[in-house]
């Protein structure tokens, strides 16, 4: 059963709704604005060239070391991240994401996989729950 404090937290979240475009797929939340796209052909390729760059930092890291690595993502967009970590790099993922309807729209319009044992999506508010000991591991 959903508490009245869940259903005010939920009754502030914007809409999430997605267009497309020509072969790539947009997901808004309560505006124009994108706020993250997908190629729809090419689900698991990062379209967005900002969020490529958010990936520049791996770099760094020996390419043999990086799949053995685990990204936490604060918030999961149209989850290009978690989607490119996930299948492309073979890396485990954690994705924090406080709206729902978020979760809802990227397992259904931009395929992201079902939780196994490499991906895991909380429902939660990112500044919140990384304060959980298992995620200081």
């Known amino acids: 059963m959903t508490d009245?404090?869940?259903?005010?937290?939920?009754?502030?979240?914007?809409?999430?709704?997605?267009?497309?475009?020509?072969?790539?797929?947009?997901?808004?939340?309560?505006t124009l604005w994108v706020q993250g796209s997908m190629l729809i052909d090419e689900p698991y390729e990062i379209e967005l060239e900002y969020v490529q760059r958010m990936m520049a930092?791996?770099?760094?890291?020996?390419?043999?070391?990086?799949?053995?690595?685990?990204?936490?993502?604060?918030g999961l967009g149209s989850a290009a991240l978690t989607k490119f970590c996930y299948k492309k790099l073979r890396m485990k993922v954690t994705a924090i994401e406080i709206n729902p309807q978020v979760i809802t729209a990227c397992r259904t319009w931009f395929k992201l996989p079902k939780d196994d044992k490499r991906l895991t999506v909380i429902e939660a508010d990112a500044a919140l729950e990384i304060r959980k000991l298992q995620h200081h591991e």
């Open 57 to 74: 930092g791996l770099l760094f890291f020996d390419p043999l070391a990086v799949p053995k690595l685990h990204a936490m993502q604060l």
């Open 4 to 30: 009245k404090k869940t259903k005010t937290r939920l009754s502030t979240l914007p809409e999430v709704n997605f267009s497309d475009y020509g072969d790539v797929r947009y997901l808004h939340l309560g």
